[in-house]
């Protein structure tokens, strides 16, 4: 069955069957009396996030859902820890995009198209307080989302740490930045980091990245739109790659 845009997979039989077989499971709700710990130790290990929630909201998918929805997801993903090295082998600079909380479906779509047009190699986000990546995201990428490898992560001060170890340069974009944008090195490995709409990148992911990066302004405004950023970002590591 079909909500808004989403495939729902319901009962409990169905919904392991899914997991088990790999499909790609945006999240799933579990009824907040029901004893699924079985599902929630799959889901914690493959980083599918969870929510308890009331019986009368699973109701809505039907009479048969046995405590457990799980919400197909419309997009496929990559593991980042396979991403990065295939990058390598094949002779590639990565170039990375890492969105802290980014949970407008519009910007998120808009920073992929991004990503995609400016020639990034992949989308690195958290699997819990990010945009649903459903029919509607993908519409609104232009298919972008469809393109683009898509790195569903666990947390991110994990897989800054990860990257780093790795030999990727991370840096954050933020307006309490001291390094200006056009002093940034784009041609190594690099992982941009791009903060939430309304709080910015987290306070624990700037201690622990590279540089801390501001987009040099003008005007009299305090910030531009995350997507708008990013696309600034990427546009000027795109421009330094660029054959001469």
């Not at 820890?81 to 295939?86: A, S």
């Not at 958290?126 to 519409?139: F, G, Y």
């Not at 990245?209 to 708008?228: K, R, T």
Request: hydrophobic share 45%; aromatic share 4%.
């Amino acid at each position: 069955m079909t909500k808004k845009g989403n495939w729902v997979i319901i009962g409990r039989h169905t919904v392991i069957e899914a997991i088990d077989s790999g499909q790609p499971i945006d999240k799933v709700l579990i009824d907040r009396q029901a004893n699924l710990n079985e599902v929630v130790e799959k889901c914690q290990k493959l980083e599918i996030p969870v929510q308890k929630v009331p019986k009368e909201k699973l109701d809505k998918f039907g009479a048969n859902h046995q405590g457990i929805a799980a919400f197909r997801s419309q997009v496929e993903y990559t593991s980042l820890e396979d991403l990065v090295p295939h990058l390598f082998d094949q002779g590639i600079i990565p170039l990375l995009m890492m969105l802290d909380r980014v949970t407008d479906v519009g910007n998120f779509g808009a920073i992929s198209r991004s990503v995609e047009v400016l020639g990034a190699d992949g989308l690195v986000f958290p699997a819990k307080e990010t945009a649903q990546l459903n029919a509607d995201a993908v519409k609104r990428s232009s298919g972008a989302l469809l393109r683009i490898p898509l790195c569903r992560v666990r947390d991110l001060v994990s897989a800054v740490r990860f990257l780093k170890e790795s030999g990727v340069t991370v840096i954050a974009a933020d307006g309490r930045g001291t390094t200006p944008l056009h002093e940034v090195d784009f041609k190594q490995p690099m992982a941009i980091i791009m903060g939430s709409e309304g709080q910015g990148v987290a306070p624990e992911l700037l201690r622990i990245v590279d540089h801390i990066v501001v987009i040099p302004q003008a005007g009299e405004m305090d910030s531009l739109n995350v997507s708008v950023a990013a696309g600034i970002m990427l546009y000027e590591a795109q421009r330094q790659r660029l054959p001469v």
